[in-house]
DNA sequence: TTAAATAAAGATTTAAAACTCTTTTATTTG
DNA sequence: CAAATAAAAGAGTTTTAAATCTTTATTTAA
């Protein structure tokens, strides 16, 4: 729920490849998807996407791969998410009314207005380099495994 | 996002329902579709599904149709969801990790586990016969035009 | 300057969700 | 009891999301 599935890799590739290239390392697509358990395949294009946005940065070749640089590990998940899911998570209507507003509400207007806002105070607070500690330390974790 | 189309629909038509059927009228599925801007038969397909758990009350033959009993006023938004959606709006990871937990967290763990809470509770505190008076005011709105 | 490594791109397949259509069953009323 | 009405049930179809496969372009290093 809440995010596509899409988007919980990209959520899940970007925190990994910032952890893994904090020292300027590059990694691998194959190492990508073992670290996060996701096809190999879709997260290469979802990771493609991201690249053209300037989220994730990646070189070809030898010793190729994708990478973070300073700028981009200071972008928001809120920037991730909204490169793949759009917008609507922060704005839709939860019973997916269109023209759902203050003036015209749906019933649950009002809760689910605190809910997004609560949604996007996290997403946004959050960058993408925020969690390399917590996973270095073993006490966050990003793999089913 | 958050909930499923299905999902958004059958709230909405429960809603609908508790509303129209409150002086003991029962509501035919076109004119459920028409007051939700939903298709007929997918909106049916659903509400078969809420009458077998005792959701929605319906009858067959002329003068039948949908309607929800003093009872079924009393169940929650979130008895609906769940009966739709299942548990995983509730319980599951934002970032999709089916193994993830207090002592194997993912890095957005304690956020998500705040915002499950804050939809929990307003799922569950919302009884179905809720909004029956704010949509008979014309105060909220569960139709698109 | 060629071979190997690697990401990018494109095309295709699979699976799930959303939606539609047809037939059946139950109920009511004349 | 027959006809009409309305939901229930079942069997599709369409659309979208998810996943896979194949080919191309770029880079490096021998």
């Not at 791969?65 to 704005?91: H, P």
């Not at 019973?95 to 759902?100: D, I, Q, T």
Request: aromatic fraction near 6%; charged fraction near 25%; glycine fraction near 10%.
């Amino acid at each position: 729920m809440v995010f596509s599935k899409t988007c919980e890799y990209g959520i899940r590739a970007v925190i990994f490849i910032a952890q893994k290239s904090e020292n300027g390392a590059k990694i691998g697509i194959k190492e990508i998807a073992a670290g996060i358990d996701s096809p190999v395949h879709f997260i290469a294009k979802i990771l493609q996407d991201l690249s053209k946005r300037g989220l994730v940065q990646s070189t070809k070749g030898p010793n190729g791969g994708f990478y973070i640089d300073k700028v981009a590990q200071k972008r928001t998940l809120a920037d991730v998410v909204r490169a793949i899911d759009g917008e609507n998570i922060f704005i839709g209507c939860g019973l997916g009314l269109k023209n759902c507003s203050e003036t015209k509400p749906c019933p649950l207007h009002s809760e689910f207005k605190l809910i997004r806002s609560e949604i996007q105070k996290t997403l946004s607070s959050a960058t993408i380099g925020d969690f390399n500690e917590s996973l270095n330390l073993g006490l966050s974790f990003i793999k089913e495994r």
